[in-house]
């Protein structure tokens, strides 16, 4: 069974900074095509923040770049993302994706980034 527990969320004020860590069960990590994380704010449509490649190439939204940085660990099934910066615009519920296809992806349950301005 997939699972992917994320960790990390919380309230910080503007201009801080947070690591989230989405944790993978199951033996499908290295055979991931690739790991994202999105987001979704209240009233607004889930958005992809950052992606990971199985190869290492990463991809970030317009939105974070320059202030989010997205990473695996291999060793530990483990992708972060890395927020720094941050501002009261990103306060919205995270999720990890895993995709080992465009037909079989999973989700972790969310973790709540809360940023007071």
């Known amino acids: 069974q997939v699972q992917l527990v994320e960790s990390g969320g919380g309230l910080v004020q503007a201009g801080g900074s947070l690591r989230l860590s989405c944790a993978v069960s199951?033996?499908?990590?290295?055979?991931?095509?690739?790991m994202g994380w999105y987001r979704q704010a209240p009233g607004k449509q889930r958005e992809l923040v950052a992606s990971?490649?199985?190869?290492?190439?990463?991809h970030y939204a317009d939105s974070v770049k320059g202030r989010f940085t997205i990473s695996r660990d291999n060793t530990k099934n483990t992708v972060y993302l890395q927020l720094d910066s941050m501002k009261p615009e990103d306060t919205a519920v995270y999720s990890c994706?895993?995709?080992?296809?465009?037909?079989?992806?999973?989700w972790g349950q969310g973790t709540q980034v809360t940023v007071s301005s």
């Open positions: 990971i490649a199985r190869g290492g190439s990463t």
């Open positions: 199951g033996s499908i990590f290295l055979r991931a095509s690739s």
């Open positions: 994706n895993l995709a080992l296809s465009i037909f079989e992806t999973y």
